[in-house]
């Protein structure tokens, strides 16, 4: 086993998009684990949007990354050492490791990975996190009935293919947005979608329309920004927004120009009378042997299809990370940080 555990840190606050030397690649010794730990050694790193937030120091939902701190993120790790009772050698589990190869935990908020069930990137994508706040935020908030129109934004990414495919498991029509060709193809023809529209396209907003003539009835939303502003005039009354994330604004270092459109959209909300409901996929923590349970089976099955946008070695995370937030990846992005 290695003696020294290579980390990328927050080297710096990213003012607007992220720069590379907004992060530091470091080794340090390899942490040694006391009574009641194991030592993990990340085999699959996760890269998620989310992480963009953790790099402000503003105030959020969670705690901010500290400078000089290893990034925030979930990975899958092996157990190459162990002090707990309860945890052997060669394990898989997964943790909050963040962008590093070696991590202590005494194994609280972990959970053993099977790989005999599903490869173990899985608990990162589909079985994980994202596959998670696809599950919950869709069934708890948008509650898709047989015969609506359910759209989706970054309907190729990990959260927004598996709203598309629940949504047509639930009956409901579903229609992604997407960037370019390529992800359209995809969403309708490996994924079942009714229907993609690219949000490149010059004419978006009619292809929109078009793609939802009876209007839209569940809008899941990823991106904000202009995709936002095409979907809010096709919203049907009572419609349902569950918001899990705004990746347009992440990098946004002022308030966007043009008029205060406030006074619109409450009037939507009032007249179309909307639900709007922000959430954080622990909200729904209770529902995740469910989750697990049900997606596990529609993957076997076959109804479920899920796609993994791999990246090789550590060092390469900050530039993936980046290009995530242009919408470079196709698919869960993940980083394989060993064999």
């Not at 619109?264 to 996929?281: D, E, P, S």
Request: proline share 8%; hydrophobic share 40%.
């Amino acid at each position: 086993m290695a003696t020294m555990n290579r980390r990328i840190v927050l080297a710096s606050r990213p003012h607007g998009e992220p720069k590379p030397g907004d992060f530091r690649l470091e080794e340090v010794p390899v942490p040694e684990p006391g009574p009641g730990q194991v030592l993990l050694r990340t085999k699959w790193l996760s890269l998620d949007p989310y992480m963009r937030g953790r790099m402000s120091a503003a105030k959020s939902y969670a705690a901010p990354v500290e400078i000089g701190a290893p990034i925030t993120a979930e990975t899958v790790g092996e157990v190459v050492a162990s002090n707990h009772p309860d945890y052997r050698i060669g394990e898989l589990l997964t943790a909050f490791a963040g962008w590093q190869e070696y991590f202590v935990t005494d194994g609280k908020g972990s959970r053993r990975i099977d790989p005999a069930e599903a490869p173990p990137s899985t608990a990162l994508g589909v079985l994980g996190m994202p596959g998670m706040t696809a599950y919950t935020g869709l069934l708890n908030i948008g509650q898709p009935k047989a015969g609506e129109t359910v759209v989706v934004a970054a309907a190729t990414g990990p959260v927004g293919s598996m709203v598309g495919q629940i949504a047509r498991l639930k009956g409901a029509r579903a229609v992604g947005i997407a960037g370019g060709p390529d992800k359209c193809r995809y969403l309708t023809e490996e994924l079942g979608f009714d229907a993609a529209v690219d949000h490149r396209a010059p004419d978006f907003a009619d292809a929109l329309a078009r793609a939802c003539p009876k209007g839209i009835d569940v809008y899941f939303e990823n991106v904000g920004g202009a995709v936002f502003d095409a979907v809010l005039p096709l919203l049907n009354d009572f419609a349902r927004l569950p918001v899990c994330g705004l990746v347009s604004a992440y990098n946004a270092t002022e308030v966007p120009p043009g008029p205060d459109r406030q006074p619109a959209l409450m009037r939507m909300v009032l007249t179309k009378r909307l639900r709007i409901q922000g959430f954080i996929v622990w909200d729904f923590a209770s529902q995740a042997e469910e989750f697990r349970r049900e997606v596990g089976a529609w993957i076997k099955e076959g109804r479920v299809q899920y796609r993994e946008d791999v990246v090789e070695g550590l060092e390469k995370a900050p530039e993936a990370f980046i290009g995530l937030l242009k919408g470079r990846n196709f698919g869960k992005l993940v980083v394989r940080v060993s064999s």
